[in-house]
């Protein structure tokens, strides 16, 4: 079994692999951090976890749409400007997404 530290959102993490899937697992670990990047900028840094919990949802929201398109995702959505009203205006752009994938479940 092999170890890969990969970086997310900044941090370090060890992530065991099997032998031969460490390039898989670095291009995954940065599609992950790509969308925990993407929360970030929409809500601030509100922890790592539920910045995790947010991205996690938004990869099973890609995944379902995929499957149920039949394996064609469509585009990603662009991300909200940000405003002057700062991080609540952020916080209910994600809420209305989370709950459009809830609806979607």
């Given at each position: 079994m092999a170890t890969v530290t990969v970086?997310?959102?900044g941090r370090p993490y060890a992530v065991g692999c099997a032998d031969g899937q460490e390039e898989r697992v670095r291009a995954l670990a940065g599609q992950f951090d790509?969308?925990?990047r993407q929360v970030a900028g929409e809500v601030g840094h509100v922890g790592d976890l539920r910045l995790f919990l947010m991205a996690g949802l938004l990869l099973a929201d890609e995944l379902h749409e995929a499957r149920t398109n039949g394996?064609?995702?469509p585009a990603p959505e662009a991300?909200?400007?940000p405003s002057t009203?700062?991080?609540a205006?952020?916080?209910n752009a994600v809420a209305a997404r989370l709950e459009k994938i809830a609806?979607?479940?």
């Amino acid at each position: 079994m092999a170890t890969v530290t990969v970086e997310i959102n900044g941090r370090p993490y060890a992530v065991g692999c099997a032998d031969g899937q460490e390039e898989r697992v670095r291009a995954l670990a940065g599609q992950f951090d790509g969308h925990v990047r993407q929360v970030a900028g929409e809500v601030g840094h509100v922890g790592d976890l539920r910045l995790f919990l947010m991205a996690g949802l938004l990869l099973a929201d890609e995944l379902h749409e995929a499957r149920t398109n039949g394996g064609t995702a469509p585009a990603p959505e662009a991300p909200a400007a940000p405003s002057t009203d700062g991080v609540a205006e952020a916080l209910n752009a994600v809420a209305a997404r989370l709950e459009k994938i809830a609806q979607g479940l």
